[in-house]
Structures are given as C-alpha cells and as structure tokens.
C-alpha cells in the first residue's frame, strides 16, 4: 500500500514536492493526477468538440463525449441509469439550489436537517420558507455526530412532500453519518437528500445499496479537475414531483413566444441550463478512470491510516506544563469518521489561539490548511457551545455594513469563530502528516498577544 502512493506521489503529483508544499486541504478540494491531465490534454488535441446540441459531426462528438461521462458517472456509483438520471451542474451547491427551487414545496411540507450540513444544503431552506415549510435542525452531540435520529425524526404525512437532508461526511468535523438514514427517512415520509460532496472523494459509495432521492457531488473534490462540473444524480420516480421554475436553452422540448408555451425536457436535460461545459465534462471519465485505477478501497484505506497519525500525533501534544496543545472538534478516533479533522490550538492556560494566526503561519511554511467555519454554520456553533440567545444577540445588533467574524467573537464575548482543519487525501504521505506536527509543536508553550486568544467555551449550551 505505502509503495503504491509512494509510487504515486513520485509520478502524478511531483508537482506538490518540487514546489515544497504540504497540501492538506483535500476537503476543499482534490489534486489531479498528472495522467488525468495529459488523457484531457490528448482528447482536445485530438477530437472536434463543437457546441452539443445540433446534429453535425463535431456536436455530436461533444453530444457522444456527455453521453459517456453519464454512463460513466452511473457505472461509478453502481447506479441503474433506469432509477437514476445524472444531471450536470456547475458543483455540488448547483445541484442543491436546482433541488431547493424545484422541490413542490408546501406550507405543511418539512425540510429536516442534521445541524452539521453545508451552507448550500442550509440555503435550501430559504426557498422551502418561502412556501411556508417547516424548517428543523436536528442536534450534534458531544462528538459532533447526529444521533437518535430513530427518535428525533417525526413521521409525516405522505400525502405531501417533506424533505430529509444530511451529509454523507460531515465536511467540518469528518463525521460519517449512518447511511441506512436513507430508509430510514423513506420509512418515516421523507424524500432523502444525501449530501456525498465530502464523502465520496475516498469513500466507495454504491447507489444500488442505498437509494437517496438525491445525491450531490462536485467532481473537484473527487479528482481535482476539472473545476466547474458539479452533477446531481435524481431518482427518475422523484424528478416527476419537481418543478422547474423557469426554461431556457437546452431545457426544452419546444417553447412559443407567440402562445407564451413552453414544454420542458422530461430528462434530466429540463434542469441542465443552456450550454453545457462540453469540454470540461469529457474530463470526468479519465478522473473516474484514475480514482478506480488506484482503487477507492485502497484510497479508504491510506486515507484512514494518515488521518489516525495525525490525529494521534496531535492529541499527544502537550505543553510544558502538561496541558494538551490542541482543542480537538469531532471523534477522538477513527470510527464512523473520514479524513477530515478539525481543531484549534490551546494556549499553556486553556485559551484557544485564534485560528486565523495559525492559517498566518501555516501559509508561511506552505502549509495548505483551511481556517474559518467551512461553510457549515450549524457544526460550528455545536462545536463552539454556542448558545442560540446570545448569537442571536449579536446577529441582530452588529450593523450588516460593517460585520466581521471578528467583530462577532467581541460581541460574543471572545467566543471562537473558526478553526482549523487540516483533511488528507489520494497524495498524502508520512511526510505531510509529520510536517503538520512539527508545525503543530512550534506552539508549545505560544502564548499569543490579547486580541489573538478566544476562549474556550466552557458553557455546556447546546450539547446534550
Ligand atoms: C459537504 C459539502 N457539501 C457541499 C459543498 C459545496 O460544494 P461546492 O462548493 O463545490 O459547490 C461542499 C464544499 O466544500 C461540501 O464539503
């Protein structure tokens, strides 16, 4: 296993040692393998790739080249192009937001969430609110995990649509959430929205043992390039209910400006708006063709076992006076989590370093590492013991003009607004996880200046 990423990391991604860089940022997003790019490369100096939706020889080589990314995409996800349709976006918040506005939402529908999804996932509700649907959050414990769903998931009426949505790895804390919540949600009234941008880059995922309504995916993140493409892959039974508020070119059957008509695609194709990115979308095959080349058991495997090093090697830190070096936020060990850890470094007397001087410094070394919330708002304020009054408080009273998070931790009385958070992937390698370590252990014993330490919630607010 070592020899074979060894092996990799020499001949596709020499790029990250010549350039001295250590890349710990795969949750926002993968590198490409040098292969995938010299296969991109070779079919655009090679075919005629005209606009795809005509029928002369160069659109239909365009038209071929989608096709056989869908086909692809399908044979990946082991999903029955039958039950399934592949719709392309622009990334995985493209494939959500055509969810939120095409879903028949109603003022007796629910939307129910774990509280730790993404921002796009979140934004769904804005247009659920709209129709008047309930909107609920479903709680993290202690270990940022969602739990008791069996018990906190209420059964709704049939007669109605009522979304459930959660992510199949949780992009903040790592967390893989239960799959079999799919059923569980059919079982319970709901169509299920399942998340899978951060669980699919090393995590083998087959769309014939669990059946979401909808599934969303961004293929950056599984195999670097190309950027730009994002799919959602629908339930044919299911994209029967959805409706599309609006056409436009390449959306439609046929449409009359003298009638004011319009006839939608009954595909997939109703829903993928104007021209399509015909030539990124031809380098999905060779990304997928790579993933499956190194294998994604063997991906699961490598990824797992640099995570638990780095994980173990930073609960080990210590101060000189015993106290642990970092505050970490998710599973203490490798169950039910992926590759994808968050924390923030400690100060000798228990205070949090504020993480945007750690993200300085790491820049400075050439750490790659991620600082903030990671778009996901709602895993924060579980994992910082917010409590729903006082953000509420400051949410209100800071004037919108002038909002900064860091304005927001004052208000919050210097509650943290960030963390860390360092995910491995295809590339990673020992010396990566001990780069970050030896990082880590140059703030032993740092105390930083006043306006840098937050506190450490202490306030046993929102976890049960
Ligand atoms: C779990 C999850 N969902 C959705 C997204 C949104 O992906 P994109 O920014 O590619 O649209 C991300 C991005 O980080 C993510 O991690």
Known sequence: MTALFDELRRTEFSRLDAGGHVYLDYTGGGLYGESQIRAHTDLLLTQVLGNPHSQNPTSLASTHN???????????????????EVIFTLNASGALKLIGESYPWE????????????????????FAKAKGAIIEYLPLNRELRAENLENLLPEVDRSKPHLFAFPAQSNFSGVKHCLDWVELGHSRGYDVLLDAAAYVPSNRLSLREIKPDFMSISFYKMFGFPTGVGALLVRRQTIEKLHRPWFSGGTVKFVSAQNKMHLLSSSGEGFEDGTLNYLSIAAIPSGLDFLERVGMDNINAHVTAHTETLLKGLLALRHSNGQPLIKLYGPANMTMRGGTLAFNLTTPYGELVDSFTIEQKANSAN??????????????????NYLPDETYHCFTTIDPDQFTVQQFSTCMNEMPVGAVRASAGIATNEQDVQHLLAFVKTFVDFVPSADHIWRMPTIEGLNP
């Open 66 to 84: 989608i096709v056989h990314a869908r086909e692809r995409i399908h044979q990946f996800f082991e999903a029955d192009p039958e039950e399934y």
């Open 107 to 126: 003022a007796s529908s629910r939307y129910m969430m774990t509280a730790d999804n993404h921002n796009s996932v979140n934004g769904i509700r804005e």
């Open 367 to 384: 750490i790659s590492v991620r600082t903030g919330c990671f778009c996901n708002p709602g895993a924060a304020e579980f994992a910082f």
